[in-house]
C-alpha cells in the first residue's frame, strides 16, 4: 500500500508539475508582452441596422506573440485577471481606445463611439472611475464618445459601490452596455435601477436563426423588452444576410458581426471607415 501510495503521488506530481511550469511560462511571458508592447487592439464596426451607419467600434485586445503570433483574448483575458496584470493591461487598452477615437475624429470622421471590454477585476476596483476619466481626459475625448461593456455579472452585484460607479459613470457621460445579454444567469431586476444604455444581444441565440424558433422567440423578446425601457439593443455575432434581414424586420437597432466586418487592425478599419462613409 505503500508503494502504491508514492507511485500515484508520482504520477499527480509529475502532470501538476508540468501543468505549472507551462502555466508559468505563459505568465511570466504575459507580464513582459505589455513592457514590450505586444499587445493590440482591434477594431469591429457596430452597424445601425435601418441607416447602415457606423454605430460604433468595439476595441477588441490580441496578443502579438513572438513566436505564436497572434494570441486571442479568450486564451489570455481569465490568467491576465487572476494574476492582476489586466488592471494595467486594461487601462492601456482604454487610453490606446479612446486615443484612436480622438484621432478619427480629428480626421475627420463622422463621429461614432468607441467601445471597451471592461473585466468585474477591472470595474470593481476603487479607482476605476478616475481611471477612467483620466484615460478620456489624456486622449481629450468628450465622454459621450466612449462606451464600457459589462458583463450581466458585474452589474448584478448590487453592492451600494457598483451603483454608485455606474451612476458617477453615467453622470460623467459614458455609456454603459451589457455585453452577452441573456447568458448570465441573473435577474432583470438590475434593468429597473441602473443607468444602462444599451443590450449587447449574446451570439449565442443568433447562431442559429433563422432555423431555430427558440432562439428567434428569444430575441424578438429581448428586441421588444429593450424597446420597453428605452434601451438600445445589438445584435452579435451577425454572420448571414439572412440573419441581418431577419434583425431589421424586427427592428433591431444595431448589429455586428463577420458579415458586416471581422475586427481589423486599426488602419485597416480607418480605410474600411472611409469606403463605407465613401
Ligand atoms: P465579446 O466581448 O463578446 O466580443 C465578441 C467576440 O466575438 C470577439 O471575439 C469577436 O471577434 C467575435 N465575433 C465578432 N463577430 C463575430 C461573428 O459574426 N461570428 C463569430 N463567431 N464571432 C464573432 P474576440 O475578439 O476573440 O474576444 C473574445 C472575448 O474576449 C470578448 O468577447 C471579451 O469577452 C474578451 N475581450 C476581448 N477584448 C477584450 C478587452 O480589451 N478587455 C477585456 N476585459 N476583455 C476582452
Ligand atoms: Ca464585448
Ligand atoms: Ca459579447
Ligand atoms: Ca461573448
Redesign the pocket.
Known amino acids: 500500500a505503500k508503494g502504491e501510495g508514492r507511485n500515484t503521488f508520482r504520477i499527480y506530481d509529475s502532470s501538476l508539475h508540468a501543468m505549472s511550469t507551462e502555466r508559468l511560462r505563459l505568465e511570466v511571458n504575459l507580464r513582459r508582452a505589455l513592457e514590450r508592447g505586444e499587445f493590440t487592439?482591434?477594431y469591429?464596426p457596430r452597424i445601425g441596422l435601418t441607416g447602415g451607419t457606423i454605430a460604433a467600434m468595439?476595441?477588441?485586445?490580441?496578443w502579438q506573440h513572438p513566436e505564436s503570433g497572434l494570441v486571442?483574448?479568450?486564451e489570455f483575458?481569465p490568467l491576465a485577471?487572476e494574476i492582476g496584470l489586466?488592471v494595467p493591461?486594461?487601462e492601456w487598452?482604454l487610453e490606446t481606445a479612446c486615443r484612436q477615437n480622438k484621432r478619427w475624429q480629428d480626421d475627420g470622421m463622422d463621429p461614432f463611439r468607441i467601445s471597451?471590454?471592461?473585466?468585474a477585476v477591472?470595474f470593481h476596483r476603487d479607482e476605476f472611475v478616475k481611471v477612467v476619466q483620466r484615460a478620456l481626459q489624456e486622449a481629450s475625448l468628450e465622454p459621450q464618445w466612449l462606451e464600457l461593456?459589462l458583463t450581466e455579472s458585474i452589474v448584478m452585484n448590487n453592492a451600494a459601490k457598483t451603483i454608485m460607479k455606474l451612476r458617477e459613470l453615467k453622470e460623467a457621460g459614458v455609456h454603459i452596455s451589457i455585453?452577452?445579454f441573456g447568458t448570465g444567469f441573473s435577474s432583470l431586476s438590475y434593468l429597473k435601477y441602473f443607468p444602462i444604455d444599451t443590450l449587447?444581444i449574446?451570439?449565442s441565440f443568433l447562431q442559429d436563426v433563422p432555423d431555430s424558433p427558440k432562439d428567434i422567440a428569444i430575441i424578438k423578446t429581448i428586441i421588444a423588452l429593450a424597446r420597453r425601457l428605452h434601451l438600445n439593443v445589438v445584435a452579435?455575432?451577425?454572420?448571414s444576410r439572412e440573419q441581418f434581414l431577419f434583425l431589421a424586420a424586427r427592428k433591431c437597432s444595431e448589429g455586428?458581426?463577420?458579415?458586416f466586418s471581422?475586427?481589423m487592425p486599426a488602419s485597416e478599419a480607418e480605410q474600411w471607415i472611409r469606403d463605407s462613409s465613401a
Do not use: H, M, T
Not at 236 to 239: I, L, M, S, T
Open positions: 487592439i482591434y469591429q468595439e476595441a477588441l485586445v490580441r486571442s483574448p479568450a483575458i485577471e489586466i493591461l486594461g487598452i471597451v471590454n471592461i473585466s477591472q461593456e455585453d452577452d449587447k449574446d451570439r452579435e455575432g451577425v454572420e455586428q458581426g463577420y458579415f471581422r475586427p
